[in-house]
């Protein structure tokens, strides 16, 4: 089982609409969770980063840690064309000094 | 809003040539990161660095690589004889924290493009 699982999609989605983005993971030891969002040719962007299980909200971003699951997930609201990116789920152990990245979700928000 | 600087932003080299990719990360961040994306596969640690030192490196970081950070502004990523394989994005970050761990994550560099021919 790898570490770290994302669907690669493609999704595509219309304008407007929401987008639910889940990565699974197996090791029980992560405690960071970090969603970003890279772009084509792009260095990864940091969008949402969260502590432990529970919710975060950010503008139109939340993001949902299920510790007992295992499963994070990246909710975006009112998704626009903007937001058409590859989606990469990354996780550090508490005191890691690396994040273990997910595949990455490749997302495409149709005007 | 602060960058992390990264250069060249794509560099062709033929096999066995050693290659030097460069970063200037954020000013007041003190731990630095090399990752690397093959073309269609996920970002991949290579090599964390703090205080002058290889802090954590991953079984790919082999003696083929090796970083420093020769002044007080440039981090670089040597790699010396060169495979095909090796072609991939290269990204640098930094952070304020170890591991990124405070509200602000990494900050990645845009990257840079090696091709290895």
């Known amino acids: 089982q790898k570490e770290v699982e994302q669907d690669p999609g493609p999704l595509s989605v219309p304008e407007g609409a929401i987008v639910s983005l889940n990565c699974t993971y197996s090791n029980s030891a992560f405690q960071y969770f970090m969603w970003y969002r890279q772009y084509s040719r792009k260095g990864p962007e940091l969008l949402m980063y969260t502590y432990s299980s529970g919710n975060k909200e950010d503008g139109r971003f939340t993001a949902q840690v299920d510790k007992s699951s295992k499963y994070i997930s990246l909710f975006i609201r009112d998704s626009q064309p903007s937001d058409s990116a590859t989606y990469l789920c990354a996780m550090s152990a508490l005191g890691g000094q690396n994040f273990v990245f997910g595949p990455g979700t490749r997302l495409s928000v149709l005007p | ?117």
């Open chain 2, 1 to 117: 809003e602060p960058e992390v600087t990264q250069t060249p932003s794509h560099q062709v080299t033929q096999m066995g040539q050693e290659v030097i990719l460069r970063c200037v990360p954020i000013s007041n961040h003190l731990y630095f990161y090399w990752y690397r994306q093959i073309l269609g596969q996920k970002v991949e640690f290579l090599v964390s660095f703090y205080n002058n030192e290889i802090s954590e490196k991953s079984e790919i970081f082999d003696d083929q690589f090796s970083v420093e950070r020769p002044d007080g502004s440039n981090f670089t990523l040597k790699i010396r004889s060169t495979k095909l394989e090796d072609s991939a994005m290269y990204f640098c970050a930094s952070s304020e924290e170890v591991g990124g761990q405070g509200d602000y994550g990494y900050t990645f560099g845009s990257g840079t493009r090696l091709t290895v021919v």
